[in-house]
């Protein structure tokens, strides 16, 4: 079956440091990848999504690029602020057969930015 | 418009009793989906409505669980016989056909 597999975490990083969150996945055919933000206290929100191969997602300054050939789906940020502090989710919707519709996460990781 | 909401955002219950949580999908939305979220599983698909009719139950982890939908619109979710493992964030999302899917805040039951 369809699964996804991002760094556990946690990341703890000063403000204005790099950020990449790795992220691969198994499923058949071509799925839309996704990744959807968590802030303290609230609900799961979309941050980015690319549905084909070489597809680059961004949003708030974070990418993403769809690479069929690695089955990755790395999240990138240039540089953080604390405000980017929650937890990270990397999902997959699978495109063929009967299951185009449910998300399959990964475990989340939980990035913490100092200032 | 307003977003997915859900109730009680917070339930503490006793081993052994049954619990309902609900779900208020956007407006104009279709699809209707409940995940759960809970430490060492991540985020799970539970189940799936269409309108009223919930063509993959698949991820009910046993048949304590049921889930309901009316109108097309307000879905519940329903834990009978509540066990500790039940404990976990209960998240509900919308979407219009295969479109994103938009999430609710959750509702975190504690079973004591």
């Known amino acids: 079956g369809d699964s996804v597999t991002q760094m556990e975490g946690p990341v703890t990083l000063s403000e204005e440091a790099f950020l990449t969150i790795n992220c691969t996945y198994t499923a058949t055919g071509y799925p839309s990848l996704f990744w959807y933000v968590q802030y303290p206290g609230e609900g799961l929100q979309l941050l980015l999504k690319?549905?084909?191969?070489?597809d680059k997602g961004s949003n708030k300054g974070f990418e993403a690029t769809y690479r069929k050939e690695t089955t990755s789906f790395h999240l990138e940020k240039g540089s953080v602020q604390v405000s980017d502090s929650a937890v990270y989710f990397c999902a997959l919707r699978s495109n063929s057969g009967g299951s185009n519709y449910k998300l399959t996460f990964g475990k989340g990781t939980l990035l913490t930015v100092n200032p | 418009g307003a977003g997915v909401s859900q109730s009680p955002s917070n339930k503490v219950t006793e081993k052994g009793k049954d619990v309902e949580l609900r779900c208020d999908p956007i407006s104009g939305h279709t699809a209707l989906y409940w995940y759960r979220q809970s430490l060492g599983q991540g985020l799970e698909f539970l189940i799936y409505f269409q309108g009223n009719s919930a063509p993959d139950k698949s991820g009910l982890p046993s048949d304590r669980f049921s889930a309901e939908r009316t109108g097309g619109s307000v879905s519940t979710l329903t834990i009978q016989r509540t066990q500790q493992e039940d404990s976990a964030v209960y998240l509900c999302?919308?979407?219009?056909?295969?479109?994103?899917?938009?999430f609710g805040p959750g509702t975190r039951l504690t079973v004591l």
């Open positions: 690319a549905t084909k191969a070489d």
């Open positions: 999302a919308s979407s219009r056909l295969n479109n994103e899917q938009f």
